[in-house]
């Protein structure tokens, strides 16, 4: 397994930007895809975006499509999460997510893909 840990979360209002990271700690692991999910107070956890390692595919969400955009460092074996255009509806705790699979697009919206997971950060988005 291996360590996530994300940094970046905290308060906007709505239409501002915030940018989170998740760090994979170093190791063997296999970077197959990193995934980002959220959980809104008493909702299930949702598919948020994720991006293929090897060759930087993404996939998102359709509410965050366009609004939001992830990357990756791979010496720092980090991703980003550039988020943009807040709305009150992102308001969530966000986690990363680590496969050792290089998912395709079409399994990256699902958590049962996924072997580990950061503890969260919690993103308040008010008007």
């Known amino acids: 397994q291996v360590h996530l840990e994300e940094f970046g979360g905290g308060s906007a209002q709505a239409g501002d930007s915030l940018r989170l990271t998740c760090r994979a700690s170093?190791?063997?692991?296999?970077?197959?895809?990193l995934g980002w999910f959220r959980q809104a107070s008493g909702q299930e956890r949702e598919f948020v975006g994720a991006?293929?390692?090897?060759?930087?595919?993404?996939e998102y969400s359709d509410s965050v499509k366009g609004r939001f955009t992830t990357t990756r460092d791979i010496t720092g074996r980090t991703m980003n999460l550039q988020m943009n255009a807040l709305k009150l509806e992102d308001t969530a705790v966000y986690y990363c997510?680590?496969?050792?699979?290089?998912?395709?697009?079409?399994?990256?919206?699902?958590?049962?893909?996924?072997?580990?997971w950061g503890q969260g950060t919690q993103v308040t988005v008010s008007s």
């Open positions: 170093a190791g063997t692991t296999r970077m197959g895809a």
């Open positions: 997510a680590h496969s050792e699979r290089p998912l395709f697009t079409t399994q990256m919206a699902f958590p049962e893909q996924y072997g580990s």
């Open positions: 991006i293929r390692w090897r060759d930087g595919t993404t």
